[in-house]
């Protein structure tokens, strides 16, 4: 069952995200959401208390809370695929496959995958009908069959391979950085070249940690953040140094 707390959220998010909480506006007082919710203030509290974590509200010195932006949060507290995520927060998504071609695996993809021979994917996901993410993703060998088999506008690859061989992304292991929109990147997702894109590169592996993928996801300025929760007793953000000799 869904706590209280987390569908009052879920409004005021969407509020926030369609623009009837536009931003720079105040949130309406505790009281005043208490009333609108007839829930209690704690309980509208904690409410708030989600939107400030996802970088959507925050608060001036004796103000109320700010609306700071419209940005889409994903969490990584759990391992979800694009279209999980976007399924689960209501957003219209899609995907579609650029390019594909199995090669042989480069030195570095060997030693993550495992695999003398990928598959190679190009895909384009978008919100709302906006193309936001770009997703180069490499497959390990005895996966490439399966994925070649899934229709080029295939929502949820994650879902299509889970209902052909019975695949579980079970673990996976990011790293974020900022990159520049080179000229395919600009053209796939519709911004300058230089633009600036969050990157989010990943490997993922079975439950037996046999890996599946390496990719490296690009998304488009200001489509979405990242959510990443912590407390002193479990932290599962580590700061890594860039290597500058490579320009990483």
Same mark, same amino acid.
């Given at each position: 069952m869904v706590a209280r707390y987390e569908l009052i959220a879920d409004d005021l998010r969407n509020e926030i995200v369609c623009g009837a909480l536009p931003v720079g506006s105040q949130l309406p007082s505790e009281a005043e959401l208490a009333e609108r919710y007839r829930a209690a203030r704690g309980t509208v509290r904690q409410a708030v208390a989600v939107l400030a974590a996802e970088g959507l509200v925050g608060s001036r010195q004796g103000?109320?809370?700010?609306?700071?932006? %419209?940005?889409? #949060?994903q969490s990584f507290a759990e391992l979800h695929s694009f279209a999980q995520w976007a399924r689960a927060n209501g957003y219209r998504f899609g995907?579609?496959?650029i390019t594909q071609r199995? %090669?042989?695996? #480069?030195?570095?993809?060997s030693a993550r995958l495992g695999s003398g021979e990928v598959l190679e994917v190009l895909r384009l996901r978008s919100l709302e009908s906006e193309p936001v993410l770009l997703e180069r993703t490499?497959?390990?060998g005895w996966v490439a069959a399966a994925v070649e088999r899934i229709p080029a506008d295939c929502e949820s690859v994650t879902e299509a391979l889970y209902d052909s061989i019975g695949l579980v992304f079970a673990y996976g292991e990011h790293l974020i950085d900022a990159v520049s929109a080179g000229a395919e990147d600009a053209r796939l997702l519709g911004v300058r070249r230089g633009s600036p894109l969050l990157r989010q590169r990943r490997v993922t592996t079975t439950h037996d940690g046999r890996p599946v993928e390496s990719s490296d996801d690009r998304y488009r300025a200001g489509s979405v953040a990242f959510s990443i929760r912590n407390s002193i007793g479990?932290?599962?953000?580590?700061?890594?140094?860039?290597?500058?000799?490579?320009?990483r």
């Open positions: 103000a109320r809370r700010i609306v700071l932006g %419209r940005a889409r #949060s995907g579609q496959v199995r %090669r042989t695996a #480069s030195a570095a993809e490499v497959y390990a479990a932290n599962p953000l580590v700061r890594q140094a860039g290597d500058l000799r490579s320009g």
